[in-house]
């Protein structure tokens, strides 16, 4: 019934079946009007043709004149052609005289056929009884053809109003219908045809709306489709595949980087298809598919190992969509750099990069796994701790680059007489550890003269002169007398100094009862010494100016710390800083100045930048950033106004802490400068991993600068090497106008030392302000 659809249609019909209801009740009013009438009529013909017979027959039945009675009563059915049948009766209603119509059949009477009974009266005088019968066919005729003319005039009627409700609906619908057309382009796509003028009647504003819309429509269309445009460029041009699944797991979407991924051909469709018939279209093969942890609910994380070498990550995610019933998004990135420089930056936290030896941090993880094995075993840990005897006057006479060739000289003799079940480690400077399992004293020492007679085998040639390498070596045991495995190095430490006491070149093991101790003990009354400068306000910070190498004008001010003794002398930072260092004192020493560094920005903003020294247990110390954030903010000081200096050897040695620490601090906004720069010259490798921005190139290179070819080289690499990765260098210990000359020559940045400016207290550049500090922590 698709014409029943159409809005005319309806109305057509509607008004068809209103219009035919009223005419048939009008036909069934007027039908019963009709009825009324035709009966009431012929009453009347009834009581008129009643007095008609009175009057002719009365007067003959009165005078019983019988043969002119009957005669008149031929007389009337002739003259009166509805009249069948007339019988007189006397006043007994006896038969007197009948006369019946002889062109009619009285026995079977035509329907309208009517009998009457009368009396016949005379003046008012019974004189008898008349009983006819009159024919009324003609009034039922009559309402018959009443009755079918209205029939016809009705459907007449309806038919008309039928044609010309039609006309007039395809009149007034006609906007309805362009409406309709256009709704239909609409919904096929096109909103660039426009919507006819329909008139300022209300479907004429219909479709001034209805055009407006298709306007807006194509508006948000257009800004869809350069927004979608836009999304597409900008997923085809990100370095991760992009994939989206229907809740049926069919493919969606697809950006071009998830074909370049998999080496898809580039000419295929994917669209509609599961994702596990795609990847089977790949040339690469899955080798492992491992199962990482999600970083959210609803995520799932795999890293695949492809056969051409590269590792992907897929991540699974699930899109919750009302509207579509939801998917899943895929996203496949190609990690395999990021792995490899994991791989390296785990190898670097774990390896020394100049011996290639393991080194402290992989130190600390190894003594705890030896040392419970020792004791499942029942069976002892020693840890053998030497370092070279006289290292520091290799260093200092022939120059760091023949210190590190030492180094690694004795890292490959030691390699050559250790066993496999045998860690060695580089623990920094010229300290090497010896983790092995043994099964009694005898055993660990035995280990030690082999170490002590292959080193003294060693020889290792300076020019024209031939040296021979020893070491002092300290032993301790776990579980027994050493009970907890983390006092394993400092017992060692301590038997390795009472060697060097017994003259060198030789091994020493841990003694609870050693004399040693005692000196120990005197360290730990330094600590004490340092616990009531801090408390006593005895720290003092001196400053030193570093400044621009092209025009020799300040740059920036490094704090320098002082302690005063109890006899209010300065004591020098060699006495002091290593022992603070070893028993932690250190990180307290740095939040002091860190405190009053930021408070002397914070009073004169005119002052300049300052420089602070931290140490590498400040690296241990996480919450470090966070109190140098926090000062920062309580003091509203720019966080560019501070420079931390990190040393290279503690960096290195704890890269991977120490990259975290140098990201944490640039987060805060500081700058971070690797200081005493190019001591091990392993230091370059690491640069692509340590983000500083500033490298103090170390003293040594600098101080004979101007007549040494060999420093000159270097220093030249350093700085050549610095501004490729854009970082600036600061020169220190410049003693003379000819090394400062070299610095410019070479294209240092900056420079410090005794020639530019000396330590002070009270600097010029500070004015008036005190360097000391009634700091308590916060």
């Not at 009270?762 to 500090?773: A, F, Q, R, Y």
């Amino acid at each position: 019934m698709k014409w029943f659809v159409s809005l005319a249609n309806r109305i057509n019909i509607s008004i068809a079946a209103v219009l035919s209801l009223l005419l048939f009740l009008l036909i069934l009013n007027i039908n019963d009007s009709i009825t009324s009438f035709s009966n009431k009529e012929q009453k009347n013909v009834r009581e008129q043709f009643s007095e008609f017979l009175n009057s002719a027959l009365a007067p003959l039945l009165f005078n019983q004149d019988y043969a002119s009675l009957v005669e008149r009563m031929n007389q009337l059915i002739k003259d009166h052609p509805g009249l069948d049948h007339i019988e007189v009766l006397n006043i007994d209603n006896r038969r007197i005289a009948h006369v019946d119509n002889p062109g009619k059949d009285t026995q079977e009477p035509h329907n309208g056929t009517q009998f009457a009974q009368i009396e016949l009266r005379l003046a008012d005088e019974l004189v008898g009884h008349l009983v006819y019968s009159l024919s009324l066919q003609q009034y039922g005729k009559l309402k018959q053809e009443l009755r079918q003319e209205m029939v016809f005039l009705t459907t007449l009627a309806i038919l008309l109003t039928i044609i010309l409700t039609t006309l007039l609906m395809g009149f007034l619908t006609k906007g309805l219908r362009k409406l309709t057309h256009a709704s239909q382009k609409m919904l096929n796509g096109d909103y660039q045809s426009p919507i006819p003028f329909l008139g300022h009647d209300e479907i004429g504003r219909l479709g001034q709306s209805f055009d407006e819309l298709r306007e807006s429509i194509q508006r948000r269309t257009h800004l869809l489709e350069l927004e979608q445009s836009r999304m597409e460029s900008l997923l085809n041009t990100m370095n991760v595949g992009i994939l989206f699944e229907n809740s049926d797991d069919l493919i969606e979407y697809h950006n071009q980087t998830f074909f370049d991924i998999w080496r898809l051909n580039p000419s295929i469709s994917i669209y509609h298809q599961p994702l596990e018939n795609v990847l089977k279209r790949s040339p690469l093969k899955v080798l492992s598919e491992q199962k990482i942890d999600a970083r959210q609910v609803g995520e799932r994380r795999y890293e695949c190992q492809l056969s051409d070498g590269r590792v992907i990550l897929q991540t699974q995610m699930d899109v919750e969509e009302k509207q579509t019933g939801g998917g899943n998004l895929w996203v496949f990135e190609d990690i395999t750099q990021r792995k490899e420089l994991e791989e390296e930056l785990t190898t670097l936290a774990t390896y020394d990069p100049l011996t290639g030896l393991n080194n402290r941090h992989g130190f600390k993880q190894q003594i705890f796994r030896m040392a419970s094995f020792a004791k499942r075993r029942n069976q002892l840990l020693a840890l053998l701790f030497f370092d070279l005897d006289e290292f520091k006057l290799i260093n200092d006479t022939f120059g760091h680059a023949r210190g590190d060739e030492t180094l690694i000289l004795v890292a490959n003799t030691m390699r050559t007489h250790i066993r496999k079940e045998e860690w060695l480690f580089r623990l920094g400077g010229d300290e090497f550890a010896l983790l092995s399992i043994v099964s009694d004293q005898q055993e660990a020492e035995f280990l030690a003269e082999r170490i002590i007679n292959a080193l003294a085998n060693t020889t290792h040639q300076f020019g024209s002169q031939q040296l021979r390498i020893t070491t002092s070596i300290g032993i301790s045991f776990y579980p027994h007398p050493s009970a907890d495995p983390e006092m394993l190095p400092s017992h060692a430490d301590i038997a390795m100094y009472e060697a060097k006491d017994r003259g060198k070149n030789t091994y020493t093991v841990y003694n609870p009862r050693s004399s040693r101790l005692d000196r120990e003990m005197a360290r730990l009354s330094w600590a004490e010494s340092i616990n009531k400068a801090l408390n006593q306000h005895k720290i003092e910070l001196h400053f030193q100016g570093v400044y621009h190498i092209h025009d020799q004008k300040l740059g920036h001010l490094e704090a320098l710390v002082r302690i005063r003794d109890e006899e209010n002398k300065l004591v020098h930072p060699n006495e002091f800083i290593p022992i603070a260092e070893k028993n932690g004192q250190i990180v307290e020493i740095d939040r002091y100045v860190i405190h009053r560094s930021i408070e002397m920005l914070a009073q004169n903003p005119n002052i300049p930048d300052i420089a602070i020294n931290l140490s590498g247990r400040s690296f241990d110390d996480v919450s470090l950033p966070d109190y140098i954030a926090k000062m920062i903010a309580f003091y509203q000081v720019k966080p560019q106004r501070l420079l931390f200096e990190l040393t290279e050897t503690e960096t290195v040695a704890d890269i991977q802490d120490a990259s975290q620490f140098i990201d944490a601090l640039h987060d805060i906004g500081c700058t971070v400068c690797l200081d005493d720069f190019g001591t091990g010259f392993a230091s370059f490798a690491y640069l692509k991993h340590l983000k500083v921005d500033v490298l103090k190139i170390d003293g040594t290179f600098i101080q004979n600068l101007d007549t040494s070819m060999e420093n000159r080289l270097f220093v030249e690499s350093m700085v050549t090497v610095a501004k490729g990765l854009g970082k600036r260098t600061i020169a220190e210990f410049i003693e003379s106008e000819a090394i400062l000359e070299t610095c410019r020559e070479l294209g240092v940045d900056m420079g410090q030392g005794y020639y530019l400016d000396k330590p002070q207290k009270m600097h010029p550049s500070l004015g008036n302000i005190s360097s000391e500090l009634h700091w308590e922590e916060t």
